[in-house]
């Protein structure tokens, strides 16, 4: 979350946590997404490094459970946490930007796509997949997430090893 992340000094007040503890911090107190958010209000997030030698982390943070996902992210504007359906995460730009953005790709399906170009054309279908035309493929945190959250979406599970597999591949 390189250039995003903002972390606060320590205070008195808070119960101080390092962006480098955060993770063993929430999984020695919590057992769901509601716990966290209960836990952030006494929290406060600092920028204490690793170790002298080594920078601060720019993170930011995907947390689940059964019942949801959330993404917690430190910014100029605070802590926030946001409702995440999509159940991925990857870096930058903020949470906020992702979720107006994938609004563009409202037109992907896992499905063969009907033939609106001109009926009257009655144009082949090339092969399958192409409901997926104009999911992005370059290696960009926004395209890999895009891509993440079309095959979360659309990938199925079958009950046997080499059909889940075959899926995967």
């Known amino acids: 979350f390189v250039g995003n992340a903002v972390y606060q000094e320590p205070v008195e007040d808070k119960e101080n946590v390092a962006q480098f503890e955060f993770i063993p911090w929430v999984l020695s107190q919590c057992e769901s997404v509601e716990d966290v ?4 209000a006494n929290m406060n997030l600092t920028g204490t490094p690793f ?3 080594l920078p601060t982390a720019q993170l930011h ?8 996902c959330s993404v917690l992210e ?7 946490i946001y409702e995440n359906p999509y159940g991925v995460l990857t870096n930058n730009p903020p949470f906020p930007y992702y979720q107006h953005h994938m609004g563009n790709y409202r037109n992907l399906t896992a499905k063969t796509p009907d033939d609106n170009f001109a009926g009257a054309l009655k144009l082949p279908l090339l ?4 409901g997926a035309a104009g999911l992005p493929g370059d290696f960009s945190p926004v395209s890999r997430f895009v891509r993440a959250v079309f095959l979360k ?3 199925r ?10 899926q995967f591949f």
Do not use: F
């Open 37 to 40: 958010k209960t836990l952030l």
């Open 51 to 53: 170790c002298e030698e």
């Open 61 to 68: 943070w995907m947390i689940a459970d059964r019942s949801g």
């Open 74 to 80: 430190s910014t100029e504007e605070g802590v926030r």
């Open 127 to 130: 092969g399958q997949g192409q």
């Open 153 to 155: 979406w659309n990938s």
């Open 157 to 166: 599970s079958e009950r046997d090893e080499m059909s889940n597999i075959s």
